[in-house]
């Protein structure tokens, strides 16, 4: 009983564990992915430098076509040259605006005088915007007509009291008040 009531003083938990060292294999896994990484960043930095030197190299050869002309004075093939461009970009802006305008008009048809004066100097892909969602809209309830009015004529007949002709002969009728009854 005397060594059950002993206290033993000895540390819990603070036995010093030896430090855990990484396997030879993951140590060399590691540095195999390191290496790859490495590789692979430097093919990426040389990518982009080869593009930069790229856009560059097409820079200086567009500057030396332009000065070996100016050299030359030959100012006269300079501007035959933006000439051209300037047409074709006339040619295509005048398409442009033509059809703008057709389009614009289309579009301010199919809306109501009140909403033309709004929309005439707004820009077309947001008139084109407007136009279709105003199109789209449907009405919450096409069935109901203004004026008109339910039939609530019930025909009071009783039909299980008429013959199998009469019910054969007047059969959509009697469907018909079933169906408006509910």
Not at 130 to 155: F, M
Request: net charge negative; hydrophobic share 30%.
């Amino acid at each position: 009983m005397s060594e059950d009531n002993q206290v033993s003083n000895e540390p819990v938990g603070n036995v010093d564990t030896p430090p855990t060292e990484v396997a030879n294999a993951d140590a060399s896994v590691i540095a195999e992915s390191k290496k790859y990484r490495k590789r692979s960043q430097a093919a990426e930095a040389r990518e982009v430098e080869k593009d930069n030197t790229i856009a560059e190299l097409e820079a200086q050869i567009n500057s030396f076509e332009t000065n070996k002309l100016k050299e030359k004075e030959e100012f006269k093939a300079l501007y035959e040259k933006v000439s051209v461009e300037n047409e074709q970009n006339k040619a295509t802006a005048e398409k442009w605006n033509q059809y703008e305008a057709q389009k614009r008009e289309q579009l301010l048809q199919q809306l109501s005088d009140d909403e033309k004066a709004v929309w005439e100097s707004s820009p077309l892909n947001l008139l084109e915007k407007y136009v279709s969602k105003a199109n789209s809209a449907q009405p919450q309830n096409p069935e109901h007509v203004v004026a008109k009015t339910r039939d609530l004529n019930i025909k009071s007949e009783n039909w299980a009291s008429m013959d199998s002709e009469t019910r054969r002969n007047n059969w959509s009728e009697i469907v018909n008040s079933f169906n408006n009854k509910n």
